[in-house]
Each structure stands twice: as structure tokens, then as C-alpha cells.
């Protein structure tokens, strides 16, 4: 009895101590709750990714669809021009008009005048005094014949006076109901430029909004990935100091042991050995097993924050693609003449090869003069080689329609275009001066292989008037 109770209570202690031993410090086990946080945030960043790779594509649709709407607004606002400029053309043709009709009607009211007077004075006169003047009688009998043959012909003038007087109240009425069309006009010219605002407005806020998501779930990535790094290491160090408490732990255990074992017989003495040999294999197993499977999990989470990455780029080249791409409609430079659109409506004041009387130089392209504010539009699909200033042109847009063809368009307020964007055939680019009191010009250029060209040939000119 007393050698079984000797026997099983060692037992029972190295048992304890083991469990002691055995169990994970407190202090390690909120790292790895982080760590699998972290595992977490980065999972579902992955899937922000994906979503906004999908959201990249419906953006890209989206933005083609304000491209078609911003070029019929475009051109809907170059015709309210056309039409304002011939209703302000033909307001000037009928003012003119009217004051060539009253300047005659007047002239022929004081002819009128006078001889009606003339008459009036005449016709005042008694018979009595006719007789007793000096005057033969064939002046007096011319005078009565000069009055019958004057005053029908005073009333046929004086019925035609009446009817261009009518003449006038009618043109005078066309002129008020022009200038209400013109008014009319002008208000719907507008509406349209500010339709074409808003869009414009609308397809740069969905760009800043889709590359400002993008840009912050990168930030957030290498965030998350430096964050797990600095809590792997944090539990490394943990653990190496677990290890060597629990070294010290066994080795106090060993001493113990061996002062128990001096005091026990030689075949408890070599029980005890075996299970402490034991002991030391499940240790250093249990040992391994865990550093393999942090290992496992640190290998894991590097490659997935990696996996992330690599998505959140793929997402952010989609996004710059789509933005960049041309495109499909995109068309090659045309042959035939009269395919190019009008970037601006209004007069040519000057044309290609033109000499100038001031400095002699002579003209590369030509220059259109129109409204203030007027709406400029590309004049055939191709890509944005250069927007902004340019030496003393002042803001200039740089169009390459492929095959070595490029427009030069100068003499802009602003531009709606940036380089490297896609832009089709009548999609607004950018703007006149809206300045009062000027009509602001255009200046467009064409050339083929760096050579300036006469680009009217090409141009779908339409109504607009050439002056040169």
C-alpha cells in the first residue's frame, strides 16, 4: 500500500506541471485574435476589390453613355446658335428695311405736303379775283386744266402712301415677333448649355469618385499587410518567451525529479526517466505542430494580402483601361471630302495660304469667327495629344486622328478634354470667350505628316458663310 501511494503521487504532479506548462500565455492570445481580424479585414478588402472591378465596368458604360449624350446636347446647342445668328442677321435685314421705308415715306410726306398746300391756296380763291387779275385768260384756263389733271393723281399718291404705311405696320410686326423667336432662342440656347454643364459635371464626378474608392482600398491594403506583419512578430516574440519560461519550468522539474528520485528505489528512478523522455517527445512535437501551423498561417495571410494586391491592381488597370480604351466606333481618317464636322459655327474671315497686310505671314489653317461662349466640338474621332497652353497661342487642343492626320484648334477660353482621353466626331472639347461686345475666333489647322494642309476641303461647312 505504501509503495503504490509513493508510486502514483509523483505521477499525479508531473502531470500537473505538464498541463501547467502546456497551456498558451494569456498575453498570446489576443495577438492571434488580431491576427485572425486581420485575416478577416482582409478577405472581405478582396472582395471590394472584385466589386469594384464590376463597378469598373458599369462606370465604363455608364460614361460612353453621357459621351453620346454630351455630343447631342453639343450639337443641339451649335444649332441654336446657327439659328440665333440668322435671326440676329435677318433683325438686322429688316431694321435696315424699316428705316430705308421711313426715311422715303417721309420724303414723300413733304412732297405731299407741299403741293396739297399749294392747291388748298388755289382753290381758296374766289372766282371774282380770278377775273380781275392782269392775267390773260388762256393762264387762267391752263390754271383749271393744271387742277383737274393734279388732283387725281394727288389722290393715287396719296393712296399709295397709305398702303406703304400699312407696308411698314406689317414689317414693324414681323421685326417684334423675330425679336421674340430670338428670345425664344436664347433661352433654350441655355437650357442646352447648361444640360451640357451637368454632364460634363457628371461624368468627371463618377471618374473622381471611381479612382478616389480605388486609390483608398490600396491604402487600406498595405495597411492591413503591414499591421499582420507587425502582430506576426509581436506573437514570435511571445512565443520565444513562453519557450523559455517553459525551459526553466522543466528545468526546475528535472530537479525536483532527481531530489525525489535520490529518495525512491532505483525502478522508480527509471519510470520516472521514461516518462519524462515521453514527456519531451509530446513537448517538442506539440512544439513543432504549432510553429508549423503559425508558420502555415503566416505563409497564408502573406499570400492572400498579396492575392489582394494583386487584385486591387488588376481592378485600378481595368479602371485606367476603361478610361483610356478607345472607343469601339472609333473610325480611320476619311478620304472623302466633307467628312469632318465644323468644330465651331459661324463665318470664315480667313482663309488657308491668306497673306496677312500686317506682319506678311502666310496662313497655315483657317479662322472661323461666332458667339461668345460658343461650344467647340471635335471635328472627326481620334485621341488628345495636347490640351493647355502653348507658348503665345495661348490654350491649345491637339487632336491625332491616326494614320499621321492631327487638328489644331487655338484660341480657347477653356478645355473640356484631357490628354490621352478618346473623343468621338461632334463631342463637345471645349469653349469660346463668352466676353459682351466681341465675337471671339477660332483658329483650326490641318496636317498630314507634320505638314499644314488646307483643311475646307474636309470640312462639312453646311450654312456657314465664308469670308475671306
Known sequence: MGLTTGLILPGLCLLALTAV????????????????ALERAIKEDRARAEALTREARALA???????????????????LESEIVAAEQELDKLGSEEAAKAADLATRRDQLEQTLGALQRLALQPPEAALSRAEQPLDSARAAMLLRVAVPALEARAETLRAELGDLAVLRARIAIKRDDLQTAMGALTIEGERLTALLARKDSLQERRESE?????????????????????MERLEAEAEAQRRLEEQRRLEEERRLAEERRLAEERRLAEERRLAEERRLAEAERRAAEEKRRAETARREAAEARARADAAARAQQTARQAPPRSLRPFPSDPGS??????????????????????????????????AQIVAPFDGRVAYAGDFRGYGQILIIDHGE???????????????????????EPVAQMSDLAGRNPELYLELRRTGQAINPLPWLATKDDKVRG
Open 404 to 426: 499621321r492626320y492631327h487638328t489644331i484648334l487655338a484660341g480657347l477660353d477653356r478645355i473640356d478634354a484631357v490628354v490621352g482621353q478618346w473623343v468621338l466626331a461632334g
Open 214 to 234: 480605388r486609390q483608398e482600398t490600396e491604402k487600406r491594403l498595405a495597411r492591413l499587410a503591414r499591421e499582420a506583419g507587425d502582430l506576426r512578430e509581436l
Open 340 to 373: 469632318l464636322n465644323m468644330p465651331m459655327r459661324g463665318e470664315i474671315v480667313r482663309l488657308y495660304g491668306h497673306r496677312s497686310s500686317t506682319d506678311g505671314d502666310t496662313a497655315q489653317g483657317i479662322t472661323i469667327q461666332g458667339r461668345p461662349g
Open 21 to 36: 506548462l502546456s497551456a498558451p500565455p494569456v498575453a498570446a492570445q489576443q495577438p492571434a485574435a488580431d491576427l485572425q
Open 61 to 79: 458604360e455608364e460614361i460612353g453613355s453621357l459621351r453620346q449624350q454630351s455630343i447631342a446636347a453639343a450639337a443641339r446647342a451649335q444649332d
